[in-house]
């Protein structure tokens, strides 16, 4: 989680700097783009990662189709909701992903807090995820 935290707060300080540009320059827009690219691909990346490693192995198909739609239902409102707000006021779909990227960074740190504290309290390991075992444990290869 520390890179996903990182991913969406960098998100955050690209859609933040599309905001403080004072003029639609095409410049501030392009170097939001690339680093908001940037941002994304280190975010899905460890999403996925994350998945991976902490739902067992009998629901995990469940759970990486429930990701793949969470994306494509991202897709399907976000894009018409973005060009709703870009006709209002241009710095407003950067304004709404900046507060949509904080609010999820906050609340996944706050969840890290709380579910490692369990962890601690436990006595298991950070690094064992909600699995409840792998891969080897449950006798798949």
Do not use: Y
């Amino acid at each position: 989680p520390p890179v996903l935290a990182a991913a969406l707060l960098l998100l955050a300080a690209c859609n933040g700097a599309a905001i403080a540009s004072p003029a639609p320059l095409f410049a501030a827009w392009a170097a939001a783009t690339v680093a908001s690219g940037a941002a994304v691909a280190a975010n899905d990346t460890s999403l996925v990662m994350l998945v991976a490693s902490s739902v067992k192995n009998s629901t995990r198909g469940l759970a990486f189709g429930l990701v793949e739609l969470s994306w494509g239902l991202s897709g399907l409102l976000g894009i018409p909701l973005m060009g709703f707000l870009l006709d209002i006021d241009w710095k407003l779909p950067f304004a709404t992903l900046l507060a949509a990227a904080l609010a999820t960074a906050g609340t996944m740190c706050a969840a890290e807090a709380w579910w490692g504290g369990l962890r601690r309290a436990a006595g298991r390991p950070l690094h064992q995820q909600g699995a409840g075992g792998g891969a080897a444990k449950e006798g798949a290869v």
